[in-house]
């Protein structure tokens, strides 16, 4: 018996079974992180649909959110900072939306179903949004409303 055939044979062996095994994994791997993003945005989305519930469950946050909507600037201090963070919150499950491999559609629905609702969302994401959010983001929410990035 020939060792060295029977070695290169072995090795050939192994080693297509280690590229078999590598593709398998690779499969899962990106099957794995579909149903991750999948997820993610599932959540996300369920996300902005419970702080559009918890406005108009709370009387004093629809209060804040309808005045705050018309205009943000004439809001009292502490209910300038409840929108804020009623809006923040929002754009932010945009952002994170937008961030995982977004479908373009389904962001700009979101987005501009609030931009969309009153010049008090302009006039909050003029002030205070564009200035929390990140570059790229900020410039995308700009690209919706027209403005040019500050």
Not at 53 to 66: A, P, V
Not at 110 to 131: D, K, P
């Amino acid at each position: 018996m020939d060792y060295g055939l029977v070695s290169i044979l072995s090795q050939t062996v192994t080693g297509v079974a280690t590229l078999a095994v590598a593709a398998f994994l690779s499969f899962q791997l990106r099957l794995q992180r579909k149903e991750s993003i999948a997820s993610a945005q599932s959540e996300l989305t369920n996300g902005l649909a419970e702080i559009g519930r918890d406005i108009y469950k709370d009387g004093e946050l629809t209060d804040i959110y309808l005045r705050g909507i018309t205009k943000y600037e004439i809001l009292s201090k502490e209910d300038k900072h409840r929108f804020n963070i009623m809006l923040w919150s929002y754009f932010m499950q945009i952002q994170q939306l937008w961030e995982t491999d977004y479908e373009e559609d389904k962001v700009k629905t979101y987005a501009n179903t609030m931009l969309n609702t009153g010049e008090g969302i302009i006039s909050w994401w003029e002030n205070m949004g564009r200035h929390v959010f990140p570059g790229e983001f900020t410039m995308y929410i700009d690209s919706l409303l027209d403005i040019e990035s500050k």
